[in-house]
């Protein structure tokens, strides 16, 4: 039995993590959609989506990075 309740705690801390990480990255795709559509392609007469997708991610993950004070 306490192998069994082991396992389980093993297989749901796993879960967790799993859907954390999953959770983090659609947030941060997100928001590199919202500012590509949005803020740099509208702001910048020769700005390209390659352009505005580095720069995007790079304040999405920088601004999540501060919302969670890491």
Do not use: W
């Not at 396992?7 to 947030?27: A, G, K, N, P, R």
């Not at 941060?28 to 989506?49: G, I």
């Not at 352009?51 to 991610?57: P, R, T, V």
């Amino acid at each position: 039995m306490k192998n069994i309740s082991n396992c389980v705690m093993i297989v749901s801390l796993f879960t967790m993590m799993l859907s954390t990480q999953l959770t983090y990255s659609s947030m941060v795709d997100v928001c590199v959609e919202h500012c590509m559509v949005n803020q740099c392609l509208n702001v910048f007469e020769h700005a390209t989506p390659y352009i505005c997708k580095y720069a995007c991610k790079r304040r999405c993950i920088q601004s999540e990075k501060a919302y969670h004070n890491v």
